[in-house]
């Protein structure tokens, strides 16, 4: 190789490496509501230099054991359904937000999706049927619309677990209809188990990881919370040579929020603003530099900043709190070595 070619070779070589830090996926999880978005309901999300969001139109079941999924009915909220979904997209892509369609199932009384599991063959068909029908369709429109990523599932161990030649199966149909890449978002403590990485293009976790027990739990607390799972999860990166994308992350602002961050129980009421920075902060300082980490999805944004959030708000959103500004300046950031 000649001086010239070599040159160009390590321009070439610098600039991929920077433009794969600096490209990651910074995203927020955009909650539908029951009525139409605009300008207005964009403008927050392009002050958090957020540059994705995922749309989570959803399909309900009434039980655990029931095989019919209801999907994109007159009852549901506008932003839960087809029509809803194609208004937001359009909206947000007039402001160069990227998309990840993500549809999801919602049981009754909000029981855990990991543990849907029919009972006989005969309803594991009609589950079969009925969500191949509902993710069909939203697969069918993230192609119209040129959504950008496409979610397969969302927390869905024991359906996939019992049903596994579905599952590749119902991949292959949904790549004869959409062309964009695509993922599952397994629960985090699920992915390890999941069989589908090796026909999808991003490692997707809903990244629930528990890191602290404190009730303000530090920051180095938590990074060093995180060095045993990250270990794991650049493991199965690399044993699939497959990017990881955080489908959902985010911490409640409220005491222990770093001991089981996947609950939601309203009882814990506490507001802890620290220890949802603190938290938020390790996660960012944990993953976002890594070459083999896309970025994620902050669980959630709800389309009414104004009334959204607060300081006196336990829930997870990180609107109007301290953590805000912290997203939004990791958000900012180009990750370059």
């Not at 070439?12 to 909650?31: E, H, R």
């Not at 589950?127 to 509902?134: C, I, M």
């Not at 001991?259 to 993953?287: C, G, H, I, Y």
């Not at 669980?299 to 709190?321: C, I, L, M, V």
Request: with cysteine; net charge positive.
């Amino acid at each position: 190789m000649n001086k010239f070619k070599l040159l160009i070779f390590v321009i070439f070589t610098v600039n991929q490496s920077c433009t794969t830090q600096a490209n990651k996926v910074n995203g927020v999880s955009f909650v539908a509501s029951g009525e139409a978005i605009n300008d207005k309901n964009i403008t927050p999300l392009v002050k958090l230099n957020a540059n994705y969001a995922a749309i989570m139109p959803f399909g309900y079941i009434k039980s655990l054991e029931y095989p019919q999924i209801a999907f994109n009915t007159e009852r549901q909220w506008f932003g839960e359904s087809k029509a809803g979904v194609k208004q937001y997209i359009q909206e947000l892509n007039k402001k160069n937000i990227k998309i990840m369609l993500k549809p999801q199932i919602w049981v009754w009384h909000g029981e855990f999706t990991g543990y849907i599991e029919m009972k006989n063959e005969t309803d594991w068909t009609i589950l079969e049927n009925s969500y191949s029908k509902f993710i069909l369709e939203y697969a069918k429109l993230a192609q119209d619309i040129k959504a950008d990523m496409f979610c397969v599932g969302t927390e869905l161990e024991k359906f996939i677990t019992n049903r596994p030649s579905y599952w590749v199966q119902l991949i292959s149909k949904i790549k004869t209809v959409y062309k964009g890449k695509l993922t599952y978002a397994a629960n985090w403590d699920e992915f390890k188990r999941t069989p589908l990485w090796e026909d999808l293009d991003y490692i997707g976790i809903d990244a629930y990881f528990p890191v602290n027990d404190s009730k303000t739990p530090t920051l180095n607390a938590c990074l060093a919370g995180w060095k045993t799972h990250k270990l794991v999860i650049s493991e199965i990166s690399k044993k699939y040579n497959k990017p990881v994308l955080f489908t959902e992350f985010g911490y409640r602002s409220v005491d222990y929020s770093g001991k089981e961050p996947w609950k939601s129980d309203r009882s814990m009421n506490q507001v802890n603003l620290e220890a949802q920075t603190n938290t938020t902060k390790a996660l960012f300082e944990t993953f976002w530099k890594e070459d083999w980490f896309a970025g994620g999805f902050v669980w959630k944004w709800f389309h009414n900043y104004e009334a959204s959030g607060g300081h006196n708000n336990s829930r997870f959103t990180p609107q109007n709190k301290p953590v805000e500004t912290v997203i939004r300046q990791y958000y900012s950031k180009k990750w370059t070595k």
